[in-house]
């Protein structure tokens, strides 16, 4: 049972770590795409190049954060 748990935490981490790894990546690109920002109207800036690129990475992000909870971590129950 031990090692099921080990098991299951260490996926949980490795999962945690790609989706972060990723997302930072996706990020990353999407700013360098859409580089001068700040001079940017809202509907410029929806329609730049790297917008969906920066999404994707946030939204990875976010998915990392919420790995524990998607893959059921039973620790608590």
């Known amino acids: 049972m031990s090692q099921e748990i080990d098991t299951e935490a260490k996926s949980i981490q490795c ?3 790609i ?3 990723l997302g930072s ?13 700040l001079g940017k109207t809202y509907m410029e ?3 730049g190049s790297g917008y969906l690129s920066l999404m ?3 939204i990875m992000i976010v998915l990392g954060f919420s ?3 998607l893959m059921g971590d039973e620790k608590d129950s």
Do not use: D, H, Y
């Open 25 to 37: 990546i996706f990020v990353i690109v999407g700013i360098i795409r859409q580089w001068p920002i």
């Open 56 to 58: 994707l990475g946030l």
């Open 15 to 17: 999962t945690q770590k």
């Open 45 to 47: 800036f929806i329609e």
């Open 67 to 69: 790995v524990p909870l």
């Open 19 to 21: 989706l972060f790894a």
